[in-house]
C-alpha cells in the first residue's frame, strides 16, 4: 500500500494513510483511488464507495499524473483516454 500512496502529493498521500491505515480490512478491500479536480477523494472498495471530506487540487492532480507515468504522459495516452492508470501495488 505505501508503495501505491507514494504516487500521490504529501498532502493527499497522508490524508489517505491516516483513513487506510486506521481501518486494515480497508486496505485488503480498497480497489480504486478516484481523484478529480475540484471533487473529493473516493475510495471505491469492493462492496461500496467511501467519499472523503476533502477536495483536491488541479496541482495535485497533475504531480499525481506526472509521478504515475513517469513524466511520459504520452506512454500512458491509451489508458488515460479510457479514463483509468493501471499500477502495480498488490502481488
Known sequence: MNEILSYFPNSLKKILEDIIFQNKNMANEL???RIRNN??????LRNRDIPIDYIVKQT???QTLERLCENSIYAYKKQLCEGFLTIKGRT
Request: charge should be neutral; hydrophobic fraction near 50%; charged fraction near 35%.
Open 31 to 33: 480497489q480504486e483511488i
Open 39 to 44: 471533487r473529493p477523494v473516493i475510495l471505491k
Open 60 to 62: 495535485e492532480v497533475l
